[in-house]
């Protein structure tokens, strides 16, 4: 394609009619994740690949990058007057924007650098990001007034640093995949609407945990993996890169489904991801694809969230497969 012809975020969001104000909250997010890509890039040659001396909320190890992502999601995301604050998986609290407009109404939740586990490996890693809108008062915003229903997002969307970096965006009507020009430092339209196929033959999940699965799960897994013999009829392959952004990235590409359950070790029972930047924008995200989004029991974005960095069990992919595995925890 000519470089003429190609449509940057900006112009993308004027052609979607998109609110002028969440196109500026885009704008900032997009911005944040064209520096942590560069960030990311320069990250062997700075001496930055490596874990900090830190542990997160979740008591976590940090990796230097994920606090360097944060902070650039933080000062970038500080310069919208729109957002009257933030919630990062990197910090415990809510974090008011000081500079924000008084009218200010959107929250913006994200993971700054998730999969980071991947980084000193140079495989893919990425940001996610969610945005509420307050319905109360915006200025003094609390924890609580963030603890909205998933299915209250504006918007959602991940950059994904891989070989090239990614940015997939909704808002709603339909899921856009960008690119970044490292050269330009801008994102241009590549796809203005993916779905996800109904139908797949590729599964993700860390088979580690398979004594911790759900009989449903474990079910669901052993059908697929006996292969054309079994009671699929038909031979499944395995992804699993733990970066949630890669293996979902995968699933608007070529389907397929994406689990990280319920576990039954200590600890496990809402699985592992957390639910207002990961889980919930991912789910939003997927189901605007025309894929489906739920714990195993319930729409992911159905859950009423009761603190900022609570876990969901995830189970997102190609239609049919979610029913079926949500059909086979209702019968167990
Ligand atoms: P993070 O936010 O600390 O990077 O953790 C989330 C990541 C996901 O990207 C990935 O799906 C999962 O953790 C992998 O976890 P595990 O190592 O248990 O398989
Ligand atoms: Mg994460």
């Known amino acids: 394609m000519e470089k003429t012809e190609r449509e940057d975020l900006a112009a993308w969001l004027k052609s979607q009619a998109a609110d002028v104000v969440l196109s500026d909250c885009l704008q900032h997010i997009a911005t944040s994740c064209i520096r942590i890509a560069h960030l990311v890039a320069r990250a062997p040659l700075e001496g930055t690949a490596g874990s900090s001396d830190t542990t997160n909320i979740q ?36 974090i008011a924007n000081p500079d924000a407009a008084e009218n200010a109404s959107f929250v913006v939740c994200f993971d700054p650098l998730d999969g980071s586990s991947n980084i000193e490996t140079n495989a893919a890693i990425g940001t996610i990001f969610s945005v509420l809108e307050l319905d109360g008062p ?42 970044l020009d490292p050269d330009e430092k801008r994102f241009f339209l590549i ?17 580690a945990y398979q004594r911790f699965w759900s009989p449903a799960v474990a079910t669901y897994i052993e059908d697929c993996i006996s292969g054309e013999t079994g009671p699929r009829g038909k031979i499944f392959n395995m992804r699993w890169t733990g970066s949630m ?14 689990l990280y359950p319920a576990l039954s070790r200590p600890g496990g029972a809402q699985g592992k991801l957390r639910l207002l930047y990961e889980a919930a924008p991912m789910a939003f995200l997927v189901e605007t694809a025309g894929g489906g989004a739920s714990t195993g029991t319930r729409p992911v974005r159905s859950i009423e969230p009761e603190k900022l960095h609570q876990r969901a069990p995830v189970i997102l992919g190609s239609k049919e497969e979610v029913e079926l595995l949500t059909n086979l925890h209702h019968a167990s």
């Open 245 to 258: 952004v890669a293996d979902v990235h995968r699933l608007f590409v070529r389907g397929g489904i994406f």
């Open 138 to 179: 915006t200025t003094d915003v609390t924890a609580e007034s963030v603890l909205q229903s998933a299915s209250n997002q504006i918007a959602a969307g991940y950059a994904l640093y891989g070989p090239s970096t990614l940015l997939v965006l909704t808002t709603g009507k339909s899921v856009a995949v960008f690119a």
């Open 191 to 207: 796809e203005a609407k993916v779905q996800i196929p109904e139908q797949t033959s590729e599964f993700a999940i860390n088979m």
């Open 59 to 94: 008591g976590e190890t940090q990796k230097q990058l994920d606090i360097i992502s944060n902070d650039v999601m933080i000062e970038q995301l500080r310069l919208c007057p729109h957002i009257a604050a933030v919630v990062s998986e990197e910090v415990p609290d809510l």
